[in-house]
C-alpha cells in the first residue's frame, strides 16, 4: 500500500511537471499569438495616432487568457495602460512597434504581462484533483485488498493456527480440511495445509513406533525385574538355607560339645579315681590310665577350642573392652606357665616396659587367652633353654596422649618354624613339623588367636622364625587409656546445681538410647532423642541441646558424617559432642576428633566415666546423695 501511493505520488509529480511545461510552452505560443495577432494592428494605430484605437486593442489583449497586464509605451511619449501592473510571479516581455512604413524604424514598445500565480493555482487545482482521486482510488483498492484476503487468506491461516494450536498426541493424524472450492486450483495455503498434515500424520507414526519401542522396554524390564526377583528369592532361599546350616551347625557343635563333655568329664573323673584307689597297682594299669586321662583332657581341649572357633566364626565373640591393668595381666599370664616352663627346666622371663597408665581398654579375658596360647606354645614346644614374654611400648601417631599402642612379644628357643609353615599354622587344624613336635595339640590355638587380635582391632599376629634358632610371635594393639573408676568419685552422684540442661541421644539402637536416658534422666537432664544422623541435625537446629552424645555407626548420616555438618552449622560449632562407639582403635577415635567431636567415650557407657565428661564439657557442679543425706 505504501509503495502504491509512492508510485502514485511519483506519478502525479511527473504529470503536474508536464502540465506546467505545457503550460509554459503554452504561455510561449500565447506571447507568439499576440506578437501575431496585435504587435502590427496596434502599431499601426500608435503611427496614425489613434488613441481610441490603441486603448480598445490594448483591452481586448489585455482579456486574453492570463494576460493580467498590457501597456504601450510611445516614442514621442503617448502612454496606454491596461490591468494591474506586473506582480512578481509574471512573466512579462516586451514587443517592439515598428512603423508601418519604415519596419527599421521603432515607434513605441508594447509590454504584456501574463500572471504566473495563475499559471501556478491551476496547477494545484490540477493536483489537488489528481491526489483526491489517487486517495479515493488507493482506499477503495485497500479495502477491496483487505476484503480479498479476509475472505481467501485470514480466515484459512486462523483454520491452520487453530488446528496446530489443539494438536496433541491424540489429535495427531487428524487432517485438516477446507471446504472444497470448486473450479479453483490448489493455492499457497492448500500446500501449507498438506505439508501440515504430513507432517502431523508422520508424527503420529513415530509416535505410534515410540510406543511401542517404550512398550517392548517395559516389556523387557518387567521380565528383568521378574527375574531380578526370582534371583533375590533363589538367593534368599539359599541365604536361609545357609544360614539354618550355620544355625544347625553350631547348635550340633554346643550340643555336641556339652554331649562330650558330661562323658568325659566322668571319664577323667574316673580315671583319676582309678590312679588314686589303686597307687599298689601294676606298672602298665597306671600306663593305661594315664593315656586315658591325656586323651580324655587333648579331647576336651580340642572340644573347647572347637566351640571358640566356631563361635568366632559365627561372629558370635564380641570383645567387651574393660578397664585392664595390661601389664598385671602380662606378670599373671606368665605365673601361669611358669610351672609347666619349671618342669621343664626352662626360664620363663618377663620384660615388661614401666611407666603405662594404669589402666587400659581392652577385652582382658580375650586378651590373657591370646598370651596363655603363644606362651603355651613356646613352653611345649621349647625343650630347652628360655622362654621370653615381652611387652614393649611404640609411639602413638599424632602423640596422642589418650592412646597407648602396644607391642607383645613372645620369644623362644625352640625349635624354630620352617619358612614354609609359617603362613599354614594360621589355619586351623594346621600344624608344622613332624610327629613328636606337634605335642598333642589340637592346631586351632593360633587361628583362634589370630582371630581375637583381629577382633581387638589390633596388627596381626605374626610370626617370625629360623629353624633352630628359636621363634618370636608378636602383635600390637592400640588402646584407649581407661578412668579409674576411682579416680572420679561419682558413684554417689544423685543431681547438678544449677539451670537444667538438654542432652541429645543419638543413636539408632532404641536401647541404647532408653540406657542412657535411663542414666540420665534421674539426675535432672532434659533428653532429645535422634535415631540417625538426619534427625540428629533436625533436632539440633530445633531443640537447642547444651551437649549431644553420637552414636558414630548409624545407618544412613552416620555420627561421624552428622558431627562434621553440625560443625558446619551457623551456631553449630559452640555445643560439645561426644563420640560414642564400640570401635576403641585409635583411626576411629582420632576421626572422630577430626570431625568436630569434643570428647570420646568407648561403649558400653560407663556411668561415672560418662558423667564425669559431661560434668567436666558442661561445667556441672554435681549435688551428691551423700551431700543430701
Ligand atoms: P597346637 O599348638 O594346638 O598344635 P597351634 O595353632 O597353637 O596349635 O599351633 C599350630 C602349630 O604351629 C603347632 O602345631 C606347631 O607346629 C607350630 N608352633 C606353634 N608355636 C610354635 C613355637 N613356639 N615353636 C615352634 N612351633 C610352633
Redesign the pocket.
Known sequence: MLASTFLALLATAVQLYLDYARDVSELDEQFHRIEGAYVASIANSLWSMDKAQVELQLGGLARLRDVSFARVQGQVGEHFEVGEPPPAHASVRDFPLRAPTAPHRTIGMLTVGVDLDKVYRRLADRALVILATQAIKTFFIALLILFIVRQWVTRRLERIAAHAGALTTSTLGQPLRFEERPGSAPDELDAVVRALNEMSSRLCAELARRTEAEGELRRHRDHLEHLVAERTTELQEAKERAESASRAKSDFLSRMSHELRSPLTAILGYAQLLKVADPSGRPQDAAAINAIRASGEHLL?LIL?LLDLAKIEAGKVEMLPSPVDVRALVQSVADIMRVEAEAKRLVLDVDAVDGLPPLLLVDGKRLRQVLL??L???V???PWGRVVLRLRRLPVAGEDEAMVHLRFE?W?T????APA?QRR??Q?F????DGP?????????????QQLVRLMGGRELQ?E?RPGQ??V?HFELVLPVAQAPSASPLADVCGYAGPRKRLLVADDLPLNRQFLGALLQPLGFGIVEAADGEQALAKLVDERPDLVLMDMSMPGLSGLEATRRIRGLPRGDGVPVIALTAQTSQMTRQAALAAGATAFLPKPVQREELLSKIGELLGLEWIRATEQG
Do not use: Y
Open positions: 581341649g577350642d596360647n603363644l603355651g606354645n613356646a611345649k614346644f621349647t613372645v623362644d625352640g625349635p624354630g618354624i609353615d599354622i594360621f586351623p594346621e600344624q608344622a613339623g613336635r606337634r605335642g598333642g595339640g589340637t592346631g586351632l590355638g593360633l587361628a583362634i588367636s610370626v622364625s628359636g621363634s610371635f
